[in-house]
C-alpha cells in the first residue's frame, strides 16, 4: 500500500518540483513538510487543503492519500457474489451483521490455516 509521502512524492515528480517548490506554492513551512516526510507529523486537514491548492488537485484526493478519508473502491471490479454480499451486509440488522462478521472471520481464519499447512508440507 502506498504511503501518503509515497504519493506525494509522485505528485511532486509529475510536476518536476522540490520540497521547497510544495512548501513555496502550498504556504507550508519547508519544516513542516521535512516533518511529513520523516514520519513524525502526520498532515492534517489544513496541510492537506494546502496542498491540494497546490497541486491543483480535488481536496478529497489528499485527504485519501493522507488517510483522513477512506479509499473508494471502484464497485465495476466487484464480482457479482461481492456486490451481493454488500448489498445484504447493508440490508441486515446490527446484529445480523455482527454473525456475518463472526462468520466471515472465521472462515478467513480457517482459510489462512489451510493455506499455511500447505505451504508447511514438506515437499
Known amino acids: 500500500m502506498e504511503t501518503f509521502v ?5 505528485e511532486l515528480n509529475k510536476r518536476n518540483w522540490s520540497r521547497a517548490d510544495l512548501s513555496r506554492h ?18 492534517g486537514k489544513d496541510v492537506c487543503s494546502k496542498i491540494a491548492r497546490a497541486l491543483k488537485l480535488p ?4 485527504f485519501r492519500a493522507a488517510g483522513i ?11 457479482p457474489t461481492l456486490l451481493e454480499w454488500v448489498k445484504l451486509f447493508k440490508d441486515a440488522s ?4 455482527e ?3 463472526e462468520n466471515a ?8 490455516k489451510d493455506r499455511k499447512k500447505v505451504a508447511d508440507t514438506p515437499k
Do not use: C
Not at 94 to 97: M, P, Q, V
Not at 105 to 112: D, E, L, P, Q
Open 105 to 112: 472471520r472465521f472462515f478467513s481464519n480457517r482459510s489462512n
Open 6 to 10: 509515497d504519493w506525494l512524492e509522485n
Open 69 to 79: 478519508l477512506q479509499p473508494t473502491y471502484d464497485q465495476e471490479d466487484w464480482s
Open 99 to 101: 454473525i456475518m462478521l
Open 26 to 43: 502550498a504556504d507550508i513551512s519547508q519544516s513542516a513538510i521535512s516533518h511529513i516526510y520523516a514520519g513524525s507529523r502526520k498532515p
Open 59 to 62: 481536496e478529497e484526493t489528499v
Open 94 to 97: 446490527d446484529e445480523e451483521r
